[in-house]
């Protein structure tokens, strides 16, 4: 990518999950991308990866190009803060990580023939195992678009919904997903102690069993039910501790309100 091509504006745990994806995987050089972050403690940590940053928009010079300006700030400011970016539109692709917002919204700040794209991505981004989803309007070219995916592919798996009303769905399985499994080891780990192994044993129990088990699901040929079925003995400890969580739909039921949770609010921050 040319210098100054593309723009980061928001370095926060999203933004930064994704500025060490495309630094680490290369498809980004340190020239290619600046930084627009106005929290000391979080430009600091941009620049201690060697990029370029600035603290305001303003800061830049005045001759500044830029094909892709990536916004990753709070859905609650993006608004606002998108307001100060209108003299790159529409010759710049915007990028929106922010749930609950359309691209009609963007299309209203910074005029509706602006190519944009809503990206859905989460933390895992930052190891190169994230799951990024998006959706284009129909002024992205396709070229565009493909440089997107590409970028967006150096921090894991990228798949496209060609309907907008998706991305809430997706806001509430993969976005906010990685929180459900952090949870999980916390609360695996705890019945571990509970069952007499130290903390630091259940924890190390808990995290790789997740995680094996997840790159196992995702390497396998086999159906996630197929490779259920296949640990589970009849009569066994798989299959008694499977009664407590499948009986009655308990987990079902619980992760059905989970994600129904976060569909609606996001929902709701894209009508603020």
């Known amino acids: 990518m040319n210098d100054n091509n593309l723009i980061l504006v928001g ?33 600091e940590r941009a620049e201690a990866l060697g990029v370029k940053t600035c603290s305001d928009v303003s800061q830049l010079p005045d001759d500044q190009q830029a094909n892709i300006i990536v916004m990753a700030v709070k859905p609650q400011v993006m608004l606002e803060v998108l307001q100060n970016y209108r003299k790159f539109a529409p010759k710049a692709c915007f990028v929106s990580v922010a749930p609950g917002l359309s691209a009609h919204a963007f299309g209203e700040v910074l005029g509706n023939e ?30 565009t678009a493909e440089t997107v995916k590409s970028l967006l592919s150096a921090s894991g798996k990228v798949a496209e919904v060609k309907e907008e009303k998706l991305m809430d769905a997706v ?21 571990g102690v509970k069952a007499g192994l130290s903390e630091e044993t259940a924890q190390l ?25 296949q640990v589970t003995s009849p009569n066994g400890t798989t299959a008694a501790a499977l009664e407590v969580l499948m009986g009655e739909d308990r987990l079902k039921k619980l992760l059905d309100e989970t994600v129904q949770a976060a569909f609606d609010r996001s929902v709701e921050l894209g009508k603020d």
């Open 114 to 143: 602006t190519p944009i794209i809503r990206c859905m991505p989460n933390t895992p981004a930052a190891i190169g195992a994230g799951m990024m989803v998006i959706y284009k309007n129909d002024y992205v070219a396709d070229k």
């Open 11 to 43: 370095c926060g745990n999203m933004g930064f999950a994704m500025l060490q994806g495309w630094l680490n995987s290369g498809q980004l050089g340190l020239d290619d991308v600046t930084v627009i972050e106005p929290v000391d403690i979080l430009r």
């Open 205 to 229: 129990l808990a995290t790789q069993t997740v995680y094996g088990a997840g790159a196992l699901a995702a390497q396998s040929a086999e159906t996630p039910t197929r490779l259920r079925e």
């Open 171 to 191: 806001t509430a399985v993969s976005g906010s997903g990685p929180a459900y499994i952090f949870h999980f080891i916390e609360c695996l780990t705890a019945a």
